[in-house]
């Protein structure tokens, strides 16, 4: 799933060729697009893209009117696993089914961005909002119940996020880990609690930051709190600069790691192998040269994890 730096550098690139657009057709392509029934997004047709942001693993597309009175609306927008959001020169074709795309917004100059996820499952979506939605997106307490994630979350759903990655200080993070003790790995994967990071960052954030991928976070030292943050910082930045380079959002494989899939593979820090914890849906990648003092940790239902 794309995590902060894509969706940052995608909105990048949609910014720079799409703001000042104007409107004119919004089409959602199937019906489980468009997340909410209010307001409509033919409400925004006219007004003009003032801007394409991302907050956590969301773009954000922020239309207001002509005469720049009242709230706006801001498309939310999710790409989930392998989704995208494709710019259509004026000459392409307009989809009509959606294996051909999920939603597509078409503007007065004829240029188009059609949103598209591959697969029968079809979860990428589009929440239309009034105003800026970020205002009550920021949580950084407890993590509501689920159910009330899952009302919020049909809102707004940024609502409920924690605060972005890239903007906790080392007193926040100490703040976050001591209210919410989980392991590492886990912890950083969070929404709830710390959004924009995936599988993929928590494996080199971890790596980088020379800890162990299960180590509790409800009693990490000053100095691991400290070392959290600055690999965050290093990590987001080294994939944003790579993202930026490209014309399009980056496959998975393309995505710069030292540790991240590299299973077998030597570690570019230490030269120990890079090993593998197996869940049945993905796997915790780390170095026991780099990250566990050489102790080699086994499954994940017999390891005895480092503490």
């Given amino acids: 799933m794309p995590e902060i730096p894509e969706i940052r550098a995608h909105a990048e690139r949609l910014e720079a060729l799409a703001a000042g657009e ?5 089409e959602p ?40 009175d009242g709230d706006g609306l801001t498309f939310v927008v999710h ?20 294996r051909d795309g999920l939603a597509r917004f ?3 100059s004829r240029l188009g961005l059609l949103l598209t996820e591959p697969g029968t499952q079809k979860r990428a979506g589009v929440w239309v909002l009034t105003g800026d939605p970020t205002a009550d997106g920021l949580v950084a307490g407890p993590a509501p119940e689920s159910s009330d994630t899952a009302s919020l979350a049909a809102a707004n759903p940024l609502a409920g996020l924690g605060p ?67 690999a965050i910082g290093a990590v987001v930045e080294d994939s944003l600069a790579a993202e930026r380079q490209l014309p399009e959002m980056s496959r ?42 050489g102790r080699v940790l086994a499954d994940n239902t017999t390891s005895k994890f480092l503490r």
């Fill in 252 to 293: 998975s494989a393309e995505r710069p790691s030292a540790v991240h899939s590299r299973t077998g593979e030597q570690c570019p820090v230490c030269g120990d192998v890079v090993r593998a914890v197996e869940y049945r849906d993905y796997s915790v990648n780390y170095c026991a040269g780099c990250q566990t003092s």
């Fill in 79 to 98: 790409l989930m696993q392998g989704g995208r959001l494709r710019v259509l020169e004026p000459s392409a074709k307009r989809p009509r089914r959606p």
């Fill in 22 to 26: 104007v409107l004119k057709r919004v």
């Fill in 164 to 230: 972005e990655a890239t903007e906790v200080d080392a007193a926040g993070m100490a703040e976050l880990m001591a209210a919410h003790p989980a392991r590492l790995h886990n912890f950083l994967r969070d929404q709830r609690v710390i959004s924009g990071l995936g599988r993929r960052l928590a494996n080199e954030i971890c790596h980088r930051a020379k800890l162990s991928p299960f180590a509790p976070t409800g009693r990490m030292d000053t100095d691991g709190v400290k070392a959290v943050v600055a």
């Fill in 106 to 108: 078409e503007f007065e």
């Fill in 29 to 68: 392509l199937s019906f489980t697009a468009l997340k909410t029934a209010s307001p409509s997004p033919n409400d925004a047709i006219g007004w003009a893209l003032r801007s394409v942001s991302q907050r956590a693993k969301f773009l954000l597309l922020r239309f207001a009117p002509p005469d720049a």
